[in-house]
Every structure is written in C-alpha cells, then in structure tokens.
C-alpha cells in the first residue's frame, strides 16, 4: 500500500502538476507511514535502511528477505522525490540538509539493496523458487 502510495502521490502524471510544497508534504507523510509500519513489527524481524552482513543469516528467511528488500524499496523511492528539488529552490523554505539528507538516505537504502541482493544471490534460486509459489 505505501510503495502505490509512494507512486501515486510523487511520480504520476498528477502528482507532477501538484504544487511546490505537497510533494514534500507527500514525502513527509509516506515516510511516517513507513515508519510507523516498521516499528510496529518485532524487533526481530524488524527492517532497517543500513546493511549489516550480520542481519543476513546463512539460513535466509525468504519472507523477511522480501520484508527488507520492499523496505529500502519503499526508502529509497520516497526519499528520490527529494531530487525533483534544486538546492535553492524559490518557492520554498526547503533547508539544503533537508534536500540532501533525504538523497543520502535513498541512496543507501538503494545501496543496501545491491549489498543485500550480493549477498542473497547464493540462494537466488530457493528465493525464486518461494517468490514463484507464493506471490504468483
């Protein structure tokens, strides 16, 4: 629901005729969603942005492979809106660490993706096997 959202409200064709301010706005509250969504999950199973070779067991649960994978998805195409902005944009009072701490944070969460993706690909065929059978 948060990655249409996401698309819904910052990349469609409607989204693109929007005022200055209610892309930001849109970025604003998709991520309190997403954020809300992830904290109420168990610790456990709990996703997180930044890549740690220890979060990937060697036994790989392909359900929360799909978990952390959606998770930096979703980061990572909320937090790209930010690049739509130059860095003095005119209209807005938009702060240049805002602008830049949201690219930075899409860009890790698509540079966790790639290192999660490396370092799952050994059982990229058990995970297509379970994406297949469950998804499809």
């Not at 409200?9 to 970025?27: M, N, Q, T």
């Not at 195409?77 to 209209?91: G, K, S």
């Not at 690219?103 to 799952?120: D, H, K, N, P």
């Amino acid at each position: 629901m948060i990655k249409s959202k996401a698309f819904d409200e910052l990349y469609s064709a409607d989204a693109l005729r929007k005022s200055d301010s209610e892309p930001l706005e849109a970025i604003h509250g998709l991520d309190l969603d997403l954020q809300r969504w992830r904290l109420s999950l168990p610790v456990r199973i709990r996703p997180t942005v930044r890549f740690m070779e220890q979060s990937v067991p060697d036994n790989i649960d392909m359900e929360m492979a799909l978990m952390k994978i959606s998770y930096c998805h979703c980061v990572a195409i909320i937090h790209r809106a930010y690049c739509r902005y130059r860095v003095t944009h005119p209209a807005l009072e938009v702060k240049v660490t805002q602008i830049g701490s949201g690219m930075l944070l899409s860009a890790e969460a698509s540079r966790t993706l790639l290192l999660y993706f490396q370092r799952v690909a050994p059982a990229r065929d058990e995970f297509h096997r379970w994406y297949v059978q469950t998804q499809c």
